[in-house]
């Protein structure tokens, strides 16, 4: 049972550059969650599902897109890289069952230059 | 809509004092508390939630909270801290059934020897 994982660890990017930071749970919980970390702001909710097939917006979703196709997997894409995402981003899942007890994944920790 | 506000941004303290972490929130419906610790560089984990009933709650490593309705405030307390419980310590909010969280601007407490 690895709980959340997140892929890559590191990045760096140039601005103008997308990718797609991933995010996979073994739990069969039905929300995932992803967050951004800054200095002296916590964490941010970008955008965030209630099931396979249902995604919705969160505090700061603009460079943002997500899908989720299925139950395990929540990809979070950036389409064009700008220096303010430069970040800490972390992926959560909860479920009812669990009383929304979130559980995270080790984060990526993203540089765009 | 949810938020919450974490009164201190650093909280400095003595080996074997006690601490206090504040934390106020707002929300025009009934919520779910929750604190979260951050060790350097890794990811976030549960301390404790309040979900209803006791307003004493009881977590990980000594911790504990109090939710007062009253006041909207969810503090976290450990009556005697050591060098390891220095981290970053966030309070969060969820709306209900929504599984998001909302998540203070977090708490830096600083245990010296």
């Known amino acids: 049972n690895a709980g959340v994982t997140q892929t890559p660890k590191f990045q760096v990017l140039k601005t103008g550059q997308s990718m797609t930071l991933q995010c996979a749970q073994d739990m069969n919980h039905e929300y995932m969650s992803w967050y951004r970390q800054d200095p002296g702001m916590g964490l941010r909710l970008i955008h965030y599902?209630?099931?396979?097939?249902?995604?919705d917006q969160g505090e700061v979703p603009n460079g943002y897109n997500v899908s989720r196709s299925t139950t395990e997997d929540f990809p979070l894409r950036l389409l064009s890289a700008a220096p303010s995402q430069t970040s800490v981003y972390f992926c959560?899942?909860?479920?009812?069952?669990?009383?929304?007890?979130?559980?995270f994944g080790p984060g990526t920790r993203l540089t765009v230059t | 809509a949810q938020s919450v506000t974490q009164l201190d941004s650093q909280v400095p303290v003595f080996e074997e004092a006690p601490v206090e972490l504040r934390c106020n929130y707002s929300?025009?419906?009934?919520?779910?508390l929750f604190w979260y610790v951050q060790y350097p560089n890794q990811g976030l984990q549960l301390l404790l939630k309040y979900l209803s009933g006791s307003t004493l709650v009881k977590g990980i490593n000594g911790f504990e909270a109090e939710f007062n309705k009253s006041q909207t405030s969810f503090h976290l307390r450990k009556p005697s801290v050591h060098i390891s419980d220095t981290a970053e310590y966030f309070c969060?909010?969820?709306?209900?059934?929504?599984?998001?969280?909302?998540f203070g601007q977090g708490t830096t407490l600083q245990v010296k020897p």
């Open positions: 969060a909010v969820s709306a209900g059934n929504t599984g998001k969280l909302i």
């Open positions: 929300s025009s419906v009934s919520v779910y």
């Open positions: 959560a899942s909860t479920s009812v069952a669990g009383a929304y007890e979130q559980y």
């Open positions: 599902s209630v099931g396979a097939g249902i995604t």
